[in-house]
């Protein structure tokens, strides 16, 4: 018996055992598939940590980018003053 099956059984006296223990059976199994199929949430103080580390971690990059750009930018100077002494 399928999910959708489950669901719409009506139920009357006719139903025997083993056909209410299928469609509990079918109904669990789909009930734990969708808890499995759920991310976890972290807590809001974790996410606020994680939120707090990346933004770190973002700014150490763009000073050391900073850094890159500024020493990129002396070596070509000197490139540029030695080529126009010679």
């Given amino acids: 018996m399928n999910y959708k099956d489950a669901l719409n059984v009506s139920i009357s006296d006719k139903l ?6 299928e ?7 789909r009930c734990l598939l969708n808890e499995l199929d759920k991310p976890e949430l972290i807590s809001p103080k974790l996410y606020i940590k994680d ?3 990346r933004m770190d971690i973002h700014h150490y ?12 930018w002396t070596y070509v100077k000197d490139k540029v003053s030695t080529l126009s002494n010679t």
């Fill in 61 to 72: 990059e763009m000073v050391q980018l900073n850094k890159d750009v500024r020493n990129v």
């Fill in 16 to 21: 025997t055992k083993s056909k209410l223990i």
């Fill in 51 to 53: 939120i707090q580390s």
């Fill in 23 to 29: 469609i509990a059976n079918t109904l669990q199994d």
